[in-house]
């Protein structure tokens, strides 16, 4: 088993670019989730899903956009790429619901110049 | 939302020490886990513990769930310890965890 498997691990980005942070999930696991973390904080949930076709906003997701078409596969889009969206994103999944533990990917660090 | 807060914010050890990191929580939760963030910026599931208490080799995890606060045991501390250890939650239905801050631990030679 992948586990969770994101691509790419690391990128630059130009303002105004957009880009897309794949991530998927060979576990079956119904609830996935986006996370960014910023210099010497904890995480911050950006979207998270609990099935395919079923997204819901987290604490900041002003300037990324998801979609879940199939229940491997939860790809972060960003449309305009801003310097405060510099950070290290993590994709995460559970079973079924939050009572379950959540399993993280290895992370993309994406830098905005 | 639901407060976490880590204690205390930075530790440096002697490796083969002991300690002890603490999670304060301000709400019920029902689900808690313990991560450690390596120096590489994995983040490794440690424990799963909203209740009760679990050992894994030399870690080990309380939970008080009544009085609202966690703790994570380090025995005989090695180097390979070091990093970021966060304690994260979850409330009620909500499915999103909310993470502290983070307790860095230093452990040297």
């Known amino acids: 088993n992948a586990g969770v498997t994101q691509t790419p691990k690391f990128r630059i980005l130009k303002i105004g670019q957009s880009m897309t942070l794949q991530c998927a999930q060979d576990m079956n696991h119904n609830y996935m989730y986006w996370y960014r973390q910023d210099p010497g904080m904890g995480l911050k949930l950006i979207y998270y899903s609990v099935g395919a076709g079923i997204t819901d906003k987290g604490e900041v997701p002003n300037g990324y956009n998801v979609s879940r078409s199939t229940t491997e596969d939860f790809p972060l889009r960003l449309e305009l790429a801003a310097p405060s969206q510099t950070s290290v994103y993590f994709c995460?999944?559970?079973?079924?619901?939050?009572?379950?533990?959540?399993?993280f990917g290895d992370g993309t660090r994406l830098s905005i110049l | 939302g639901i407060q976490v807060e880590q204690s205390p914010p930075d530790l440096i050890l002697q490796e083969g020490a002991n300690s002890t990191l603490r999670c304060n929580f301000s709400?019920?939760?029902?689900?808690l886990q313990w991560f450690h963030q390596n120096p590489w910026g994995q983040l490794i599931n440690l424990f799963y513990?909203?209740?009760g208490t679990k050992q894994n080799g030399r870690l080990s995890a309380t939970t008080v769930a009544t009085e609202r606060y966690s703790l994570l045991y380090i025995s005989s501390s090695q180097t390979t310890d070091s990093g970021v250890y966060f304690c994260a939650v979850t409330t009620g239905a909500n499915s999103k965890l909310t993470f502290g801050k983070g307790i860095t631990l230093s452990v040297r030679p």
């Open positions: 513990i909203p209740s």
């Open positions: 709400d019920s939760v029902n689900n």
């Open positions: 995460a999944s559970s079973y079924r619901d939050s009572n379950q533990p959540q399993h």
